[in-house]
């Protein structure tokens, strides 16, 4: 049960997709693997060099799982030599990383052809503390949601001691008010005119950088304030009951039983998205999300015409009480969040696809219509039960493509049981690849199968001037002619493509500082696995480069 448990999706960078690979201990993280004979010994003079003079050379190794997740020491020998690429471990040797032949030696960052030393082992930690811990006590995400709750806190004080007497008169609206805004900051179609609203009109040379990255860093933790409002409609709405319950006499039995469903409801909600339990049942986790977020909607409008139309005076229910709803804040606001929830829905399609492998490790399914670059989108095999988010590859004219990294179960079984149709959602979102638009000149570095966010960007020509440096391995096994084809045709100084299986592995923090630097890059903006994107960073971050990456519940 352990290992069906924890093979679960981690979906973070608003939909770029990370799936866990089930662990003997679901809390370990598995440390890079010895040195194979792959890697030349300390005190060598040889390098390791590529086998053609292309930039991109096909390797003679195997094909590996090698994407963008976090592998395990269950894959096969091949892909454990380049276990966590992404993390940025360096060489065990002496050796200088590779340069193309046909390149001069300059066109490449300083940090391609940098000597590098052995990486100290890192001591053994949890991929909890990893995710929850290692990119800061005080991030834009926690300094939300400790905002967002101390103001909430506050006024409970406030109306608990008589101060505030409209939130002790109207507990159960300050309620539905934080279900309403932890629902904007989670509904797709609203979160998408929002990242519109914020490159039109931040995205002009003359807006100050910081202002950008402000808010691309408010943008990207808004599930600070998701998380911090779930908890507050828990503490009104528990405040609201407790009233109720002293004023017995005013009430019925059903309106508290209704009220105190609702609760129940909501604390299992928070319960199933607190992160151990996210973490290691991410299925559970969404699943209950899902259905006990929709029956407590339900309950809800139940609770407001009971408590609309109850008369105490008479212990009875008035027919006619259309007229007084819509006179009730509690009303419209819980109209709108039925609105938002319902929006996602009523777009949902059964469309025919195309499904190509271009290896056992990849698989590429492509849609009918051109879609703009930075855009994301949801694909299922079951809308009930399961949603995917993938980066989206589109030229923007007929058609638009998903890459999907074969590391869990319905990713695999993209490849070895290739579906004609599937579930999407027509509303396509935006993310942080999005944001690339706001800024002058970017760099956009992707680990393995991450490149799918950032390649519409070569594709299409867009505000922003964007440089990509792409880390993976087995280029063309792994991913297909098609893309190295894409990648193949722009200048070395705009897309330089490091084959791990040609080139071995870089020190990619070092890398990205280098490139940035030679870019005049403005950002950085990565997406790798959680422990390589913090390294990069983090880098970036401490050379003066603004930087951004998935995080946690971003």
């Given at each position: ?8 999706r ?25 040195c ?6 300390w ?21 590996s ?26 060489l ?36 909890l ?64 005119v ?13 807006v100050?950088?910081r ?15 998701h ?38 409801l ?5 319960l ?12 559970v986790?969404e ?70 492998a ?8 492509r ?76 760099l ?56 791990t ?11 990205s500082v ?41």
């Amino acid at each position: 049960m352990m290992k069906e448990a924890m093979d679960q999706r981690f979906s973070s960078c608003r939909g770029v997709p990370f799936e866990i690979q089930p662990h003997k201990d679901p809390f370990a993280i598995d440390t890079p693997p010895a040195c194979r004979d792959s890697w030349l010994q300390w005190g060598s003079s040889k390098r390791i060099a590529p086998t053609s003079g292309t930039i991109i050379s096909r390797s003679t190794s195997r094909a590996s799982s090698h994407f963008c997740d976090v592998e395990t020491a269950d894959e096969d020998d091949d892909g454990n030599v380049l276990i966590n690429v992404e993390e940025g471990y360096e060489l065990d040797n002496h050796c200088e990383l590779p340069i193309s032949n046909s390149a001069p030696e300059q066109e490449h960052p300083k940090a391609l052809s940098k000597k590098v030393v052995s990486k100290p082992t890192k001591p053994k930690a949890s991929r909890l503390s990893m995710i929850l811990l290692d990119q800061g006590l005080f991030t834009v995400y926690k300094r939300l949601f400790m905002v967002c709750l101390a103001l909430n806190i506050t006024g409970l004080v406030l109306a608990a001691t008589g101060r505030f007497p409209y939130a002790r008169d109207h507990a159960t609206l300050f309620s539905i008010g934080n279900l309403l805004a932890l629902t904007l900051c989670r509904s797709e179609a609203f979160l998408r005119v929002v990242f519109w609203l914020a490159v039109s009109l931040f995205g002009h040379s003359w807006v100050p950088l910081r202002l950008k990255t402000a808010t691309t860093s408010l943008l990207q933790s808004l599930g600070g304030i998701h998380s911090s409002c779930g908890v507050s409609s828990v503490a009104w709405l528990t405040y609201s009951l407790i009233l109720t319950l002293k004023d017995r006499d005013n009430t019925s039995n059903l309106i508290i039983g209704v009220a105190s469903t609702i609760l129940s409801l909501l604390c299992l909600c928070s319960l199933a998205a607190f992160p151990l339990v996210r973490h290691l049942h991410h299925n559970v986790f969404e699943r209950t999300h899902r259905f006990t977020g929709w029956t407590s909607l339900i309950l809800l409008w139940a609770f407001i015409v009971l408590t609309k139309s109850y008369e105490p005076e008479t212990k009875s229910y008035r027919k006619d009480v259309g007229s007084k709803l819509v006179k009730e804040q509690e009303f419209w606001l819980t109209l709108v969040v039925s609105i938002l929830i319902i929006i996602p829905w009523v777009t949902v399609r059964r469309v025919a696809v195309k499904v190509s492998a271009p290896s056992g490790h990849a698989s590429i399914i492509r849609f009918a219509g051109g879609v703009k670059p930075g855009i994301l989108g949801r694909i299922s095999p079951s809308p009930m039960s399961e949603w995917h988010a993938f980066g989206i590859i589109s030229d923007g004219k007929e058609e638009h493509m998903m890459l999907a990294g074969a590391v869990g179960d319905f990713t695999k079984s993209l490849v070895s049981n290739p579906p004609s149709h599937l579930w999407v959602r027509q509303v396509h979102f935006a993310g942080l690849p999005y944001l690339v638009n706001m800024y002058n000149r970017v760099l956009v570095l992707a680990t393995g199968s991450g490149i799918c966010v950032f390649l519409s960007f070569l594709l299409q020509q867009g505000p922003a001037e964007v440089c990509l440096l792409w880390v993976a391995k087995g280029i063309e096994q792994n991913f297909g002619k098609e893309i190295k084809e894409w990648v193949s045709r722009y200048p070395k100084e705009k897309v330089i493509v490091h084959d791990t299986a040609v080139m071995g592995r870089p020190n990619i923090s070092e890398m990205s500082v280098a490139t940035a630097r030679s870019w005049g890059a403005e950002v950085v903006i990565v997406t790798s696995n959680p422990e390589g994107s913090r390294d990069v960073v983090t880098a970036c971050k401490s050379n003066g480069i603004p930087a951004f990456g998935p995080i946690w519940d971003s």
